[in-house]
C-alpha cells in the first residue's frame, strides 16, 4: 500500500496527450515538493519532473509536471510508443520522515 | 558525465547480510547525498534511506531501522548499502541513486543490484 496513489495503468494512441495523477495528503505532496520518475522495462529509472514542474535539460517539452494542493499531475503530449513504460511520483513525507513513491503507472501507447 | 556503477548480483540465505558498493564518477562526490531504493520483484519503489557523502550522517526509513547501514569511502567515491538478517522478502533490485543535498528528489541511478534471498 503505497503512501502515494497513482492510477494502476492509462493508455492513449500515438500523437495523444496522457496524464497521470499523483494523490496524497498534506504530510507529503501538501507541503513538499514533487518529483516524476520514467522507467522502462528492465531498465533503472530516470529523472523527468522535479520540484512540481522542472524538466532536467535533456527531458522534452512533452513532459510536463503541475501540482495543486495535495496532488499532482505528469503530462505527457505528443505520445510515441518510446514512452511505453511506468511512471512514479515522489516527494517527502514530513510526518513519517521518509521518502515516498506512488505505487506506479504503467503507460501503454496503443 | 555522472555515472553510479554497483556491484553484481548476490544470492543470500535467509538470516544473512549482503553488502551493496555503488561507486560514483564524473562529479564530486561529497557535494550530493546518496539515497537507496529498492524494488521487489513487480513490483513499485521503496525509499530506504540517505546519506550525506560529506559528513556521513544518514537517515533510515523506519522500516528498515536496526538492520540497515549506510556508509561511504569518499577516498574511492563508493557508497556501500549494507542489509542483515535477510528474508525472502528482501529479494529486490537494490538502487542507488544521487540526490542534491536537502532536496526531495535523486536525479541520477545505478543500474540497479538484484539481491536474491532464498535457501
Known amino acids: 500500500q503505497s503512501v502515494l496513489t497513482q492510477p494502476p495503468s492509462v493508455s492513449a494512441a500515438p500523437g495523444q496527450k496522457v496524464t497521470i495523477s499523483c494523490s496524497g495528503s498534506s504530510s507529503n505532496i501538501g507541503r513538499n515538493l514533487v518529483s516524476w520518475y520514467q522507467q522502462l522495462p528492465g531498465t533503472a529509472p530516470k529523472l523527468l519532473i522535479y520540484?512540481?514542474?522542472n524538466r532536467p535539460s535533456a527531458i522534452p517539452d512533452r513532459f510536463s509536471g503541475s501540482k495543486s494542493g495535495t496532488s499532482a499531475t505528469l503530462g505527457i503530449t505528443g505520445l510515441q510508443t518510446g514512452d511505453e513504460a511506468d511512471y512514479y511520483c515522489?516527494?517527502?513525507?514530513?510526518?513519517?520522515?521518509?521518502?515516498?513513491f506512488g505505487g506506479g503507472t504503467k503507460l501503454t501507447v496503443l | 558525465q555522472v555515472l553510479l556503477v554497483q556491484s553484481g548480483a548476490e544470492v543470500k540465505k535467509p538470516g544473512a547480510s549482503v553488502k551493496v558498493s555503488c561507486k560514483a564518477s564524473?562529479?564530486?562526490?561529497?557535494?550530493?547525498?546518496v539515497n537507496w531504493v529498492r524494488q521487489a520483484p513487480g513490483q513499485g519503489l521503496e525509499w530506504m534511506g540517505w546519506m550525506t557523502t560529506n559528513s556521513g550522517d544518514t537517515g533510515y526509513s523506519q522500516k528498515f531501522q536496526g538492520r540497515v547501514t549506510m556508509t561511504r569511502d569518499t577516498a574511492i567515491n563508493t557508497a556501500y548499502l549494507e542489509l542483515s538478517s535477510l528474508t525472502s522478502e528482501d529479494t529486490a533490485v537494490y538502487y542507488c541513486?544521487?540526490?542534491?543535498?536537502?532536496?526531495?528528489?535523486?536525479?541520477?541511478w545505478g543500474q540497479g543490484t538484484l539481491v536474491t534471498v532464498s535457501s
Open positions: 515522489g516527494t517527502w513525507d514530513s510526518s513519517l520522515s521518509v521518502g515516498v
Open positions: 541513486a544521487r540526490g542534491p543535498p536537502l532536496r526531495s528528489y535523486v536525479d541520477y
Open positions: 520540484d512540481n514542474d
Open positions: 564524473g562529479y564530486t562526490f561529497v557535494s550530493y547525498d
